[in-house]
């Protein structure tokens, strides 16, 4: 049974809060990158689509998360935080040294980390490897990748999608946080990716387009990802950098800036204020 929407907006809050709290005790770290797909991360861990034990993070029959734009790991450790996989009092220890919480996320010092990324377009590829053992082993997980659009211009991610489409890999959803920036500017003046719905189709997925900080839309798509049979499922969620602190949002040159000690307040009050 999906949570009410109205839990999983009060958790995106506080998720948003720890990723600007402590990329700002860290004065380093992607903000912007990580509060974009905030609806995503917390419609999976807290709607009840995710299976996981965080008593047991190695739980062979848990569901996969692999977060393909590790640059965004603020927002993976406040998701495992949350959920009780790690201390919440940890996140804060951000990118310090001898803190488990790296710059990118680092598979085997955190638990609930199922890939170690960092290094763009890979994140695919491993969800693939996870989906396909999971059908040898006979389980039911799912495997769930978060890729960002700047690092779906990459080749690899395109090999990606054909092998998964011809071999239809259908335990399988990709979710693209189409936020239209990368580090150096705007995706669509970069290496444009449209018309990439039809693409997605053309190469044997079940694809859906969706608003990816309605979270009505958000868990109506995760919802409709098992009853695509036969085919992998991709959900292109169009969002926006920055989302959430107002100051932040779209502002392509925030791209792995801190905000600044002097600006925090002013985020906080935004995210409390919540999305407009």
Same mark, same amino acid.
């Given at each position: ?30 903000? *912007?990158?990580?509060? +974009?797909?905030? /609806? %995503?991360? !917390?419609?999976?861990? =807290? @709607?009840?689509? &995710?299976?996981?034990? #965080? ?27 949350? *959920?009780?996989?790690? +201390?919440?009092? /940890? %996140?804060? !220890?951000?990118?310090? =040294? @001898?803190?488990? &919480?790296?710059?990118? #996320? ?121 009853g695509s049979v036969g085919q992998p499922q991709a959900i292109v969620a169009n969002t926006r950098k920055g989302r959430g602190v107002d100051f932040l949002e779209e502002q392509g040159n925030w791209h792995g800036k801190p905000l600044a000690q002097d600006d925090l307040a002013q985020a906080l009050a935004d ?6």
């Amino acid at each position: 049974m999906t949570a009410p929407t109205h839990d999983l907006l009060e958790t995106a809050k506080r998720v948003r809060r720890h990723i600007v709290t402590a990329t700002t005790a860290a004065k380093s770290g992607h903000p *912007s990158s990580s509060l +974009s797909a905030v /609806e %995503i991360g !917390t419609a999976l861990y =807290f @709607g009840g689509f &995710l299976r996981y034990d #965080p008593k047991r993070p190695d739980w062979p029959d848990r569901d996969r998360l692999i977060l393909s734009k590790g640059h965004a790991a603020p927002l993976l450790y406040a998701l495992l935080a949350e *959920s009780g996989f790690i +201390s919440l009092d /940890e %996140i804060d !220890t951000l990118r310090r =040294f @001898g803190s488990r &919480l790296e710059g990118h #996320p680092n598979m085997k010092r955190v638990p609930g980390v199922e890939a170690s990324t960092g290094s763009l377009g890979q994140g695919l590829s491993v969800g693939i490897g996870h989906a396909l053992a999971a059908k040898l082993d006979g389980r039911s997980s799912r495997v769930y990748v978060i890729q960002g659009d700047g690092e779906t211009q990459e080749g690899q991610v395109w090999e990606a999608m054909m092998f998964a489409g011809v071999h239809a890999v259908d335990n399988l959803t990709l979710i693209i946080d189409r936020n239209g920036y990368q580090q150096t500017g705007a995706v669509s003046e970069i290496q444009p990716l449209d018309p990439l719905v039809e693409k997605l189709e053309a190469f044997g997925w079940d694809t859906i387009e969706i608003d990816g900080h309605n979270m009505d839309e958000v868990t109506k798509a995760l919802e409709w990802c098992p009853g695509s049979v036969g085919q992998p499922q991709a959900i292109v969620a169009n969002t926006r950098k920055g989302r959430g602190v107002d100051f932040l949002e779209e502002q392509g040159n925030w791209h792995g800036k801190p905000l600044a000690q002097d600006d925090l307040a002013q985020a906080l009050a935004d995210i409390e204020r919540g999305l407009r």
